[in-house]
């Protein structure tokens, strides 16, 4: 869905006019009429206060232009309910609400992240406990939160 469409609808389900969005975002409700005929796309800054103030994270405000994926974990971030928020409660779309809460990290290090999901995780090719570990390490080791902790695992 293009972005025009999702702030129409952003803004029918909330039940207001042109003028009361544009007054919520702090900008014209020529803007808004813009934004809503295609004309123009809300600025980034916009595009956070359009975030904040109506739930939605910015990923979903483009039509959702990539797939995001939890750089902690790996999981695929595919509602906005899924994704971790800053304490003021703007959207940080590159981890799960699992892996960052409330402004902190749950996994630090690698190693209870890694006793999860091997604890936690189907195993349906029944490997060894050594292997899935490995398998796991491998896959974290490529995402850009474990790119910086380099520490090796047991």
Not at 56 to 72: E, H, K, M, W
């Amino acid at each position: 869905m293009q972005t025009a469409n999702i702030l129409k609808r952003l803004r029918e389900q909330h039940h207001l006019t042109q003028e009361q969005m544009a007054q919520r975002v702090q900008v014209t409700r020529q803007a808004v009429s813009r934004w809503e005929n295609g004309e123009t796309q809300p600025n980034t800054e916009t595009l956070k206060i359009l975030s904040r103030e109506f739930q939605v994270s910015i990923n979903t405000l483009l039509g959702s232009p990539r797939q995001l994926v939890c750089q902690c974990c790996g999981m695929p971030l595919q509602e906005d309910a899924w994704i971790s928020r800053e304490p003021d409660g703007s959207y940080r779309e590159d981890y799960c609400k699992w892996c960052y809460a409330a402004g902190k990290f749950t996994y630090p290090e690698k190693e209870p992240l890694l006793d999860y999901l091997v604890a936690h995780m189907p195993n349906p090719h029944q490997l060894d406990e050594a292997t899935r570990r490995a398998q796991f390490d491998e896959y974290l080791s490529q995402l850009e939160h474990w790119k910086y902790h380099r520490r090796p695992s047991r």
